[in-house]
């Protein structure tokens, strides 16, 4: 699983975090670090992290 | 490092003085002089690059946690409520419950509703169309809300006036007479628990896809959530989605009221409409006020900001800010920065999918059907405080087609 975060859209709401703190991380409020290959038993985390995205900015590739 | 402007430089406002206006020429006026002004209780920010970064940084925790208490109210229905509600909590209670709530207002499934939302505006326009004049909030903006918030939460559309009521009673808990309100409110409260109650009895009977059930389940099935908080949860999920788009939409048609053009544009162009909500929003928002609090003591631009000190985002300063969208006037047709009536960080509002997506839907249908409107006689307003908008907007209009 890939992730990847559009950084021109992501508005650092840190509402990823809230969903799925083992790959998403708000490290201040204009900067969001984030494990781009995480393993694949953190699907449904990672889900509900892009669907939680208030600027859809988290896209995931299989 | 400690405060770089002296006394004299800095605005002040009284924010509980009930004719303070977070849209007044002095606010505005303010920020051009300062990012921030003093208050008789804490900072108020005025622009929108510190709006923005306080709004997300999490040294702060949202602000309204202990409005009744600061109000004197200190036990009671109210205060109970208040204190489990998703926006008075942070941590690991906060993300458990908006991780319970988050999947039921998903884009995806909101978007779901579209060929309702569609078929109600529809339905509610053809009621008064012809005669070419109505009361917009009892006539559409208010029926439109609560009968959405009834489709979200699988209740019989036939009881929207009395779940808009009991809203409406509930929202001046975020008004500055939240004291002298307070009977009203709980009343307000004690019928919107009763509706939870039998919410609750009825899905744990006849479970179903809504969000009701979902939540029914995490409290059931695998006890995510205290029977109390399921309460609260509803309340909340019913008031802040009613309450808040039926002032919205009033807010947006006086807008285009003012903007003729504009709207003669949506109705030729309804592509235009999530741009035409996000700039309703960032000029009239229905929310103008959010709050956080410090848990440390910060330092934010050279200011010194003790750990306590609360900190008043207004968001129609920070919204049109010229130093971050340009002195820009009301246009559809622009694509700007994000704005703050939905608020921002770990409180996000979750119903704003809800909100932009019943909006997208409803706006280009009324600019078709409602041509050229103008005010009939001069609106009600409710005071600028909590949530804000027309309580009455007596307009006429040419009647169009929907084609």
């Not at chain 2, 409005?67 to 906060?94: A, C, F, K, N, Y």
């Not at chain 2, 439109?144 to 009834?150: D, E, G, H, P, Q």
């Not at chain 2, 909500?277 to 900001?305: C, F, H, Y």
């Not at chain 2, 041509?371 to 009647?399: C, H, K, M, N, Y």
Request: proline fraction near 6%; hydrophobic fraction near 40%; charged fraction near 25%.
């Amino acid at each position: 699983m890939k992730v990847t975060v559009d950084e021109q859209t992501c508005d650092h709401h840190g509402q990823c975090m809230i969903a799925c703190p083992e790959v998403f991380n708000l490290v201040s409020p204009d900067r969001l670090e984030y494990v781009a290959e995480p393993d694949e038993s953190l699907r449904d985390c990672v889900e509900e992290a892009e669907s939680a995205c208030p600027t859809l900015s988290i896209m995931i590739e299989d | 490092m400690g405060d770089m402007a002296t006394t004299s430089e800095v605005p002040y406002f009284d924010v509980s003085d009930p004719d303070f206006s977070v849209s007044s020429a002095e606010v505005l006026a303010a920020r051009e002089r300062s990012w921030y002004a003093r208050t008789n209780f804490g900072i108020a920010v005025l622009r929108y690059e510190q709006t923005s970064a306080l709004l997300k940084d999490r040294r702060l925790r949202q602000g309204s946690f202990a409005w009744p208490e600061q109000h004197g109210i200190t036990e009671g229905l109210l205060h109970r409520w208040w204190s489990l509600l998703m926006l008075s909590v942070e941590g690991d209670d906060h993300r458990r419950l908006r991780r319970l709530a988050n999947p039921a207002f998903s884009r995806a499934l909101m978007e779901e509703m579209v060929p309702g939302f569609k078929l109600l505006a529809g339905e509610l326009i053809d009621a008064f169309a012809e005669r070419g004049r109505c009361e917009f909030v009892s006539g559409f903006a208010e029926p439109y809300s609560a009968r959405v918030l009834c489709r979200l939460v699988g209740l019989d559309e036939s009881r929207w006036r009395d779940l808009s009521h009991w809203s409406t009673d509930i929202g001046l808990a975020f008004g500055v007479t939240i004291g002298r309100d307070r009977e009203r409110i709980e009343a307000g409260l004690r019928n919107m628990y009763g509706l939870a109650d039998e919410l609750i009895a009825e899905r744990r009977r006849e479970p179903g896809g809504d969000v009701i059930s979902a939540l029914v389940q995490a409290h059931d099935g695998e006890g995510r959530l205290s029977h109390e908080e399921l309460e609260a949860m509803i309340t909340l999920i019913v008031f802040g989605g009613m309450d808040t788009t039926k002032n919205q939409l009033g807010l947006a048609l006086q807008l285009f009221i003012d903007h003729p053009d504009q709207w003669e544009l949506l109705a030729r162009e309804p592509d235009l409409a999530p741009r035409a909500v996000e700039e309703v929003i960032r000029w009239n928002p229905t929310v103008v006020w959010t709050t956080r609090r410090a848990t440390e003591d910060l330092t934010v631009e050279g200011l010194d900001i003790p750990a306590g000190t609360t900190m008043h985002l207004l968001s129609p300063p920070a919204n049109t800010d010229p130093l971050a969208v340009g002195d820009e006037p009301f246009d559809i047709t622009v694509e700007r920065r994000a704005h703050f009536g939905f608020g921002g960080g770990a409180h996000h509002c979750l119903g704003h999918w809800l909100a932009r997506i019943d909006m997208r839907e409803a706006l280009p249908i009324l600019a078709r059907r409602l041509r050229r409107p103008r005010l009939e006689r001069a609106p009600v307003l409710r005071p600028i405080s909590g949530v804000t908008g027309p309580v009455e907007l007596p307009i006429t209009f040419d009647p169009g087609a929907d084609a």
